[in-house]
Structure formats: structure tokens, C-alpha cells
């Protein structure tokens, strides 16, 4: 009966003591926006780390959106829509605009190490202008607060003595002034999924671009190669990265336009996951 006893009083204890520790916080859902690796500050202040956005629109609510994990939108005559995924798999964002208005994804306080990144995005655009003629459009642009100067990697132009839309690095508002580098080379193609990345390299102030694995040395740009003035092309500091569409001229044909994005990544080294 004592040996009962002191086992009973053992047994107390032990759980008077496991009620006594303090509570800990329970593991949530981890953010999306971020990778599991931890950041780190380089010298001139800015975040590194690998992947520092991820967005696969999975863990959103079917339906307008106007805001995401880490992200807003820039919409004028413009929506964007979760919607189930057309591949059967997960769920997609549907960027919708009329006439020559906009619909962006918006990836703010940004601060790349070196102002240098990698961007990774599944792209689908239903239907490319074919006019007016030179029908200028967006898909990508990048800013900084700290000069005026727009960096567009992915965008392109309607150019009428081909009658076909053709993707160009371009840029606006700075030094060189408003240019795409569009290239006969790299047609645009409506109506199908690509997988898209690009490389902004501040050491050079080079623009390279990549479609579904492979290099399109074709469309690069640097700081004394662009299409702009005879003036040197600079980065901002960069900030902001807007992702979805903006079509410049009024009245254009079609009429309305929709652009379908999936598996947005940014990252200080190359995410890859493109090669077929």
C-alpha cells in the first residue's frame, strides 16, 4: 500500500508539473510569401534570401480579389478573379481588363540583395491587340521610389507591317526614354500556357528573359544595349514588381482582354521548375 502511494504522489507531481510550464504557440499555416530559410541582411540593408515570394493562389478564396498574402492589386477598367485552375489542379488568377485599362498584381517593399532578382511566373494571355497599329502592352514592370524610371522584362507591341504582337523588354520615363525592344524572333502566342522567368542583374543593369527553360538572349538588354537614346539604361532601386496587364491605346481591338497567371516565385537565385 505505501509502494501505491509514492506512485500515486510520483504521478502527482509529474503532471502538476507539465500543467505548471507555459503554454506554446501553436505551428499556423506557414506564409507563402516567404521560403522556409530564414532572412539575412546584406551590407546595404536589403533582405537576402532565396525564394522571398510564392504565390500559387491555392490558399485563396474563389472570387474577386483585391488583396493577397504580401501582395495588392492596381486595377482601372480592370478585375482580377481567383478561379479553379483549368488544368483540374489547385486554383489560378484571372486578370481582366477593357479597353486600355490595367489589372496588376502588386508585390511592394521590396528589397532585393545587390537589387538584383529572379522572377518566375505560368502565363496565359487569351488574345493579343491587333490595333491600333504599334498597340503597346505590359505584363511585368518594375519601379523603385528613388528614381522615375519603369523597367518592363515582359511586354510587347503590335507591329502592323507583320500583323503580329511580338514580346520586348522595355522601359519608360527614364533617361532613355519610352522604348520597347520588341523582336521578330519572339512572337507572341495567345491562347497558351508559357512558362516565363526573368533575371534583373544590377551589375550590368541587365534585363534577361526565359521562356519555358530556355534563354532568350534575343531579348536581352544591358545598359549600353537597349532601345532607347544613345543615354546609359539604369535600374531604380527597385521596390515594386507589378504582375498582369495594361494595354496604353484607347479603342483597341479586341475590346477586353484576359490574362491567366499561376506559380508566381521571386528569389535571389534562379527558381526554375519551367524546363518541359
Request: net charge negative.
Amino acid at each position: 500500500m505505501t509502494r501505491m502511494r509514492k506512485i500515486a504522489a510520483a504521478l502527482l507531481a509529474a503532471s502538476g508539473a507539465l500543467l505548471a510550464l507555459p503554454p506554446t504557440a501553436s505551428a499556423g499555416p506557414a506564409d507563402p510569401t516567404v521560403s522556409a530559410l530564414g532572412p539575412t541582411r546584406a551590407a546595404d540593408g536589403a533582405v537576402s534570401r532565396k525564394t522571398f515570394v510564392r504565390e500559387d493562389f491555392d490558399r485563396l478564396p474563389l472570387g474577386p480579389v483585391t488583396a493577397g498574402h504580401g501582395w495588392t492589386t492596381d486595377a482601372k477598367d480592370g478585375s482580377l478573379t481567383v478561379e479553379p485552375s483549368r488544368t483540374g489542379h489547385g486554383r489560378e488568377l484571372r486578370l481582366h481588363t477593357e479597353g486600355n485599362g490595367r489589372a496588376f498584381l502588386v508585390l511592394s517593399d521590396l528589397a532585393p540583395a545587390g537589387n538584383s532578382f529572379w522572377a518566375r511566373l505560368r502565363l496565359r494571355v487569351d488574345g493579343f491587340p491587333t490595333a491600333p497599329d504599334w498597340a503597346h502592352w505590359t505584363v511585368a514592370e518594375a519601379s523603385g521610389s528613388d528614381a522615375p524610371t519603369l523597367v518592363r522584362p515582359l511586354g510587347g507591341q503590335y507591329v502592323p507591317t507583320s500583323q503580329a504582337n511580338f514580346w520586348g523588354v522595355g522601359s519608360d520615363l527614364g533617361p532613355t526614354g519610352d522604348w520597347t525592344a520588341w523582336r521578330t524572333s519572339a512572337p507572341a502566342t495567345a491562347g497558351t500556357w508559357s512558362c516565363v522567368e526573368f533575371h534583373l542583374d544590377a551589375t550590368d543593369n541587365r534585363v534577361t528573359v526565359y521562356q519555358d527553360g530556355v534563354e532568350r538572349s534575343d531579348l536581352t538588354v544591358s545598359t549600353e544595349e537597349h532601345g532607347g537614346s544613345a543615354d546609359d539604361f539604369v535600374f531604380p532601386r527597385f521596390d515594386t514588381l507589378k504582375l498582369g496587364w495594361q494595354l496604353y491605346q484607347a479603342g483597341p481591338t479586341p475590346s477586353s482582354y484576359d490574362v491567366r497567371m499561376d506559380d508566381v516565385a521571386l528569389s535571389t537565385r534562379r527558381v526554375g521548375g519551367c524546363a518541359s
